[in-house]
């Protein structure tokens, strides 16, 4: 392809960005890409990775808590944040190097920079200063985290970009907002010691999950000791003497150490000169793609969160790879968005696949539904409160599983199981004939009776 520098460009070096220019290159294309802070993106820098790390630094208090009642004496544990933002920063950096060394293994010329458009098949390369052509361009750009501007003192406030380099643990803070960011955030800080209240305005957080986990998980929140605060807005943050004060529509005034806006994520795209290429855009700024990842100008494709499909590590990849596959493969692949299992580390954790109840009453005539309530094995030594919730959503016509939902230790680990088996089409006869592991909390699965409804 010649009279261009590269076969491929892609913009963003996160993991739809990563995977596709890998794979490219693996087909021969000559291919380029451009990250603007650090390969890996938010997954690696300041998303999936950085962020379960913490959650496991959280979860240890509850060990020793719980260790008391298997006869162990534990003194009283102390927590260094420093140490632990210091060891997951070195992690942060060796999985960085190994996105930067897999791309130069498969041939992908790396740009430090910044990179725009400024026409269908030219980009700026802004900080080196210089343009490339290419033929195809591929926006893997993700998103980033909105800041409420109209809140007054939003800037006193900080985003899940910058929780991980923060330098203390705060004493106190408020998060706000209501989706598997805020709940997650809201829960390993208050493991790790931080009093901890969750604003939202909603009637009940995690808007798209089960209602039943929804709840559970709150109540949950709750008995642990995070404050939850629903329906209910801030209306503004100023900083006192010696506090963050948060004004909250119900009249309330919240001080804390620190503010946690996790109240969304908006596409990258601003100043991206897609307009300029004749790229549409969604409303909400994201890249408008078909199936295979086409936007409405020829030759321009995006991946990842920055279409905002389903905003996942896995989809990003996976739709990263099927463009790859198609465009210079030989292999046309659309990615199916169905039955996306996906994880909420909070503790209790949840874990998820498949349409909610609500979702299959709205879809399916006769929808039964099978419940297991239970306080786990573990917690009858450690005296913890825990209980385990497991739902299981089958089609009342069919007998097959439509959905599977879990509050409980593992829920994301169970989840990505019950994924695979519900893509093969299990039934509530496969799971009744399937033989339990004993002792476990996952045998519920395949001895749950009813059903309740
Ligand atoms: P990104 O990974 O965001 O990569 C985009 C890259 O493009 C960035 O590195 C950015 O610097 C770069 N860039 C932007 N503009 C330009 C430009 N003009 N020029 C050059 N480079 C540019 N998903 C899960 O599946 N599981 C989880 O547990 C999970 N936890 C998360 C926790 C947090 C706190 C956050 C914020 C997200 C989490 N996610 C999780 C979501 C996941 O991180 C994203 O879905 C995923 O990273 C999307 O990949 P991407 O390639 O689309 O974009």
Request: with cysteine; aromatic share 6%; glycine share 12%.
């Amino acid at each position: 392809m010649a009279g261009y520098d590269y076969d491929l460009f892609v913009i963003g070096g996160g993991s739809g960005g990563v995977r596709a220019a890998r794979i490219a290159a693996g087909f021969g294309a000559r291919t380029g890409i451009a990250e603007s802070s650090r390969f890996g993106g938010t997954c690696v820098i300041r998303g999936c990775v950085p962020k379960k790390l913490l959650v496991y630094a959280s979860r240890f208090a509850d060990e020793f808590g719980d260790a008391a009642g298997f006869g162990w004496r534990v003194p009283p544990a102390t927590f260094d944040w420093t140490a632990l933002i210091s060891a997951k920063d070195q992690e942060i950096a060796r999985l960085e190097g190994i996105y930067e060394a897999n791309l130069l293994k498969a041939g992908v010329t790396l740009h430090r920079t910044r990179a725009e458009l400024v026409g269908p098949q030219t980009l700026r390369l802004v900080d080196e200063g210089r343009t490339v052509t290419a033929e195809r361009i591929l926006v893997a750009t993700g998103c980033r985290p909105q800041r409420m501007p109209d809140l007054p003192g939003s800037e006193l406030a900080i985003t899940s970009d910058d929780i991980f380099h923060l330098p203390r643990l705060p004493e106190r803070i408020v998060v706000v907002g209501g989706g598997y960011i805020a709940v997650e955030f809201a829960c390993l800080l208050h493991g790790l010691g931080s009093r901890t209240t969750l604003v939202y305005r909603g009637d009940e957080i995690l808007r798209g999950f089960d209602d039943d986990l929804r709840r559970a998980l709150r109540t949950a929140m709750q008995q642990r000791g995070i404050e939850v605060v629903l329906q209910c807005l801030p209306r503004g943050i100023s900083r006192g003497a010696d506090a963050l004060w948060v004004e909250l529509s119900d009249g309330r005034r919240l001080a804390a150490d620190q503010v946690l806006l996790a109240v969304g994520r908006t596409p990258s795209t601003a100043g991206l000169g897609l307009e300029s290429a004749g790229v549409e855009l969604g409303r909400d700024g994201s890249v408008r793609v078909d199936a295979c990842s086409r936007s409405s100008t020829p030759g321009i494709f995006a991946v990842g969160d920055v279409t905002n499909r389903v905003n996942l590590t896995p989809a990003a990849i996976r739709e990263g790879q099927a463009f790859a596959e198609s465009e210079f493969g030989g292999r046309p692949t659309a990615v199916d968005h169905a039955l996306v299992p996906t994880g909420v580390f909070t503790t209790p954790e949840l874990g998820t696949v498949g349409l909610t109840e609500a979702q299959a009453r709205e879809r399916h005539g006769q929808v039964l539904i099978y419940k297991s309530e239970f306080r786990p094995l573990k917690a009858t030594l450690s005296g913890s409160r825990e209980r385990v919730l497991m739902k299981l959503v089958v089609d009342g016509a069919t007998d097959r599983v439509l959905g599977a939902h879990m509050l409980g230790a593992d829920a994301g680990e169970t989840a990505q199981l019950l994924a695979i088996a519900l893509r093969l089409g299990v039934t509530k006869a496969d799971l009744d004939a399937t033989l339990a592991v004993h002792p476990t909390a996952a045998e519920e699965w395949v001895t749950m009776k009813g059903p309740m409804a």
